[in-house]
T-cell receptor, first 111, second 115 residues
């Protein structure tokens, strides 16, 4: 079983729609969770951290379910500029804090 | 604030040749990471440095890959000899828990093609 699993997509979504991505992780000792965004041929950039209580940043909402080892990202009122690959990222508990990335979900917002 | 710098941006070599990549992290960031991103995959951690010491190199193929950060600032990653499956983007990232928390800042990457 892969450590972090995501549906690679692509998700083709009309502008203005709401889209949700899910991710599961296998290591129950995982400590921290993030969504990174990666544009084509660019480096990954942090979109938002994911907290147990859920958190929102503008049109983006992230949620964590530790019992099910499941992370989600919801994008409301999607914009053309949201087109990108969204990487689910997990950090294990412990001293080393290298990140474990999923393969990413490719999102295409269509006008 | 200057970001993470990497060079070269692109490199094409033949299999069995050697190649080296350079990274300069954000000023003051003590932790430096090298990731390998194969096309269609997420980045995979190769090695993590804390200042000039190695924290985690469990996923570094040590028979052909080596990395150093001698003065605790910039770092080099070397592949010798290269294989076809090493074709990937090599990303360098840096962080500092007191400055950026767990956020890692990535450089633009070096795109390696092995023919």
């Amino acid at each position: 079983r892969k450590e972090v699993e995501q549906d690679p997509g692509p998700f083709n979504v009309p502008e203005g729609a709401t889209v949700a991505f899910n991710c599961t992780y296998s290591n129950s000792a995982s400590q921290s969770f993030f969504w990174y965004r990666q544009d084509c041929r660019k480096e990954p950039k942090l979109l938002m951290s994911v907290y147990s209580s859920g958190n929102e940043d503008g049109r983006f909402t992230a949620q964590l379910n530790r019992a099910s080892q499941y992370i989600s990202l919801l994008i409301r009122d999607s914009k053309l500029s949201d087109s990108a690959t969204y990487l689910c990222v997990v950090k294990a508990r412990g001293g080393a804090d290298g990140l474990t990335f999923g393969k990413g979900t490719h999102l295409i917002i269509q006008p | 604030e200057a970001g993470v710098a990497q060079s070269p941006r692109y490199k094409i070599i033949e299999k069995r040749q050697s190649v080296a990549f350079w990274c300069n992290p954000i000023s003051g960031h003590a932790t430096l990471y090298w990731y390998q991103q194969i096309l269609g995959q997420g980045p995979k951690l190769l090695i993590q440095f804390q200042n000039n010491g190695v924290v985690d190199d469990s996923q570094l193929p040590k028979d052909r890959f080596s990395a150093e950060r001698l003065k605790g600032v910039d770092s080099t990653l070397k592949i010798q000899p290269a294989k076809l499956e090493d074709s990937a983007v090599y990303l360098c990232a840096s962080s500092h828990p007191l400055i950026s928390g767990y956020e890692q800042y990535f450089g633009p990457g070096t795109r390696l093609t092995v023919t």
